[in-house]
């Protein structure tokens, strides 16, 4: 298996006479979780349609898997899987059939070291959809519906895994069984996982990785911790002295704390110091972009 | 072969699903159930000048309809509701998956057109005694109504792919309507004008029907039949000119349009399918 799981270069899209896509480049390490973050109309969905093989570039070069997705065929397909935003199909299908059937496309192109596809049964126990295995999908709520849209998407153990804003609509619970269930993916399948979202705590949680993409550019591109220390100087100091409490924006948290700590030694109490979170480092460069 | 595996698999399940679901059911039976009705409530008429009923007359014409109106119609709705609710492209995002999309959609719609005609035949044979049904006779109708699926599904293929909402489904069914009122399954042909005539010959559904009456109707009933034949050689000729026009259209086409699928794409129409629901 290659270092690289997808190579984009110079990207370019365009619709009649707008641009919206101007030069995106970045790459997906193999085993790494990249969350792709950006203002609506950034162009994050027609990117990953273009890596998915959905939808044709106007320029740029990008390689997935060893292959150009414009041209790939049905074994560089059966590598990829996709979960969606908005699945409303096979409504009529039963929950394990749909499974089973789906996964029956993936069985010849199986390898020695990836067994394809993923054994029904194990599945729905991963997703936890086990006690609705013979459900008409139709009558799946909108939570159980997602769980079984990442189901299809992995059933045929894929290499390289897009999820579009995969919890949206969850509630609280939902969201964090699916966030272990990516890291089961990635700790256990070594896949690779390029998802959007709006969350910017759950890109925090899940992402090794965080691209943003503006305005049809990348305005940024780093782990959420490297994200943040760009934004270190604003840092934020917490404490109470004498039942008081005292909040102090600072550039230089630490020799503030020593100085706090020298001047009224112990006296402070609650001490916190806040860096900025990927929350407020988005909202920083998203706003430095537009500028 | 395994996309043949996988697209028979396929359609049988979707079968299944049809047999198991009642409102599926009741609208896979709704049509011959009705034209059976009504050919039972006119078994009193006889074709003129004979003592042959006219219930007797019309129902393998009914036969021949039911294959078009799933060959056609029905694909074409199929394909529309499909691409709306993402289950093509689902087949897209499969490998091997829009090879046994196509051949499961045939399965099913093959599986729907015998389950009705085989229905609609022993009611048929039941209820009207005057059906004469030979060896002959069988033997053709296995090969009209199989000629004839071949001719409809591609047309239903091309056109489904071409219907952007299943709202425009009825720009398809209300000119299919108006051609199987020429097409001589309810009204002998030869009573019609003689530009009617023709047109209605240049279509399909009257060569489904002309082969399947020559399967089930006693040799005497072809005098009321363009030039007083069966004219057998143009049914197999007429068939396999629209079979051989379609699975040539057909392939494009559709790959076209699944081509442009995706699920920015899929997402809108989801949009628009909102706003019209509120």
Redesign the interface.
């Known amino acids: 298996m290659s270092d690289v799981a997808a190579e984009v270069r110079d990207l370019r899209m365009r619709y009649g006479a707008k641009e919206v896509l101007s030069g995106v480049d970045f790459s997906l390490r193999t085993g790494e979780v990249v969350a792709m973050l950006g203002p609506n109309g950034a162009g994050k969905t027609t990117t990953i349609e273009i890596l998915e093989g959905f939808r044709m570039r106007s320029a740029g070069e990008v390689t997935v898997l060893g292959q150009d997705p414009a041209r790939a065929g049905e074994a560089w397909r059966a590598r990829i899987g996709v979960v969606l935003q908005s699945w409303r199909d096979h409504a009529k299908w039963r929950v394990r059939e749909l499974l089973r059937h789906l996964g029956t496309y993936y069985a010849r192109y199986g390898t020695p070291e990836i067994a394809r596809p993923w054994d029904v049964d194990e599945l729905l126990a991963l997703v936890g959809l086990t006690a609705h295995a013979n459900a008409r999908i139709g009558t799946l709520s909108g939570g159980q519906r997602r769980r079984l849209d990442v189901a299809i998407g992995i059933v045929g153990h894929p290499e390289l895994l897009f999820l579009d804003e995969p919890t949206a609509g969850f509630d609280p619970a939902a969201r964090r069984e699916f966030h272990e269930l990516v890291h089961r993916l990635t700790d256990t399948e070594r896949a690779t996982v390029l998802l959007t979202t709006h969350d910017l705590a759950e890109a925090e949680k899940l992402a090794d990785r965080v691209i943003i993409l503006a305005g049809g550019t990348i305005i940024a591109d780093g782990s959420p911790d490297e994200l943040a220390l760009r934004m270190s100087g604003n840092a934020e100091v917490r404490w109470t002295r004498d039942g008081q409490r005292y909040v102090h924006p600072t550039d230089q948290a630490t020799k503030f704390t020593r100085d706090l700590f020298a001047q009224f030694g112990e006296s402070v109490e609650d001490l916190e110091v806040r860096r900025p979170g990927l929350e407020d480092t988005y909202m920083e460069l998203v706003r430095e972009y537009e500028q | 072969m ?1 996309a043949i595996r ?1 697209g028979v ?2 359609g049988w ?2 079968i299944r ?1 049809t047999l198991t ?1 009642w409102p ?1 059911l009741f609208q896979a039976l709704f049509f011959s159930g009705i034209s059976i009705l009504v050919l039972f409530l006119m078994r009193g008429h006889h074709v003129p000048g004979t003592s042959f009923s006219l219930g007797s007359l019309t129902l393998p014409g009914i036969i021949g309809m039911n294959v078009a109106v799933g060959g056609i119609t029905g694909v074409t709705a199929l394909l529309a509701v ?1 691409r709306e ?3 093509l ?2 087949a ?6 829009m090879t ?1 999309y196509v051949l499961g959609k045939i399965t099913l719609t093959s599986g729907n057109a015998l389950i009705g005609v085989v229905l609609t035949l022993v009611l048929g044979l039941i209820a009207f005694p005057g059906l004469a049904v030979t060896a002959t006779g069988l033997l053709t109708l296995i090969w009209v109504v199989t000629l004839g699926l071949l001719a409809t599904i591609p047309l239903g293929i091309a056109l489904g792919s071409t219907i952007a909402d299943p709202r425009f489904l009825t720009l398809i069914v209300l000119p299919f309507s108006a051609l199987t009122a020429i097409s001589g399954i309810f009204y002998p042909i030869t009573h019609l004008p003689g530009w009617l005539q023709g047109i209605g010959q240049l279509f399909p559904m009257y060569w489904l029907g002309l082969g399947v009456r020559a399967a089930l109707l006693p040799d005497a009933l072809k005098s009321v039949e363009i030039d007083g034949s069966w004219r057998l050689g143009y049914v197999l000729l007429a068939l396999t000119g629209w079979a051989a026009a379609g699975l040539l259209v057909a392939p494009p086409i559709l790959r076209r349009m699944a081509q442009r ?4 794409r ?2 809108a129409r ?1 949009e628009r399918a909102m706003l019209r629901a509120t």
């Open positions: 395994n996988l698999g396929r399940i979707e699903h679901y599926d499909d609710d993402g289950t492209l689902r897209k995002a499969t490998p091997g998956g046994a699928e995706s699920g920015s899929v997402a989801r």
